[in-house]
T-cell receptor, first 115, second 112 residues
Framework: EAQVTQNPRYLITVTGKKLTVTCSQN?????MSWYRQDPGLGLRQIYY???????DKGDVPEGYKVSRKEKRNFPLILESPSPNQTSLYFC??????????????FGPGTRLTVL | KNQVEQSPQSLIILEGKNCTLQ??????????LRWYKQDTGRGPVSLTI?????NTKSNGRYTATLDADTKQSSLHITASQLSDSASYIC???????????FGRGTQLTVWP
């Protein structure tokens, strides 16, 4: 089944404790992206990747890191999480068409709480 | 500044009625615009995509329109169903490869 998977789905952690949220897709998509969703603010792009070893900042990259060493995986790293990073996180992937992302397929989301 | 504004913020309609959601954008140059539906607690799912040369596109009971001159798009839902209750998000792609601009969504509630 074609899908985007994220782990963990739920996470409660404390300020400053490094964490990684994994994202994997099995559709051979070039493009992958991370978003956070907060009430009243909608989805905001954190980082995106056009292909292996190619990443770039979105709207709200501060406090986050990403890497794209393999085509199927795009982990999101919080080196020192803070309470303002409490949010619902989505990973998405897509083929590229005319140089940009086509239809994105979203993962199920990761609900992160930082105490 | 590249922005996407959606209206209304929320909307309540009765089952069987029609409704229209609006999306205005300032993203320039424009590449394409996509409407997504997001059920509560789930990831968004694509409904339709509009490119510069398209004015109208339908997907079942959903019809999207685009006026690239005025930078406006609308999503019309016909004969609404309870399952249409969701957030509808407008997403615009500009010239920067990979950057996408999201509206805050319209929360639609369909009552029986």
């Amino acid at each position: 089944e074609a899908q985007v998977t994220q782990n963990p789905r739920y996470l409660i952690t404390v300020t400053g404790k490094k964490l990684t949220v994994t994202c994997s897709q099995n559709m051979n998509h070039e493009y992958m992206s991370w978003y956070r969703q907060d009430p009243g603010l909608g989805l905001r792009q954190i980082y995106y990747s056009m292909n292996v070893e190619v990443t770039d900042k979105g709207d709200v990259p501060e406090g986050y890191k990403v890497s794209r060493k393999e085509k199927r995986n795009f982990p999101l790293i919080l080196e020192s999480p803070s309470p303002n990073q409490t949010s619902l996180y989505f990973c998405a992937s897509s083929f590229l068409l005319a140089g940009g992302p086509f239809e994105q397929f979203f993962g199920p989301g990761t609900r992160l709480t930082v105490l | 500044k590249n922005q996407v504004e959606q209206s209304p913020q929320s909307l309540i309609i009765l089952e069987g009625k029609n409704c229209t959601l609006q999306c205005n954008y300032t993203v320039s140059p424009f590449s394409n615009l996509r409407w997504y539906k997001q059920d509560t607690g789930r990831g968004p799912v694509s409904l339709t995509i509009m490119t510069f040369s398209e004015n109208t596109k339908s997907n079942g009971r959903y019809t999207a329109t685009l006026d690239a001159d005025t930078k406006q798009s609308s999503l019309h839902i016909t004969a609404s169903q309870l399952s249409d209750s969701a957030s509808y998000i407008c997403v615009v792609r500009g010239s920067t490869l990979g950057r996408l601009y999201f509206g805050r969504g319209t929360q639609l509630t369909v009552w029986p």
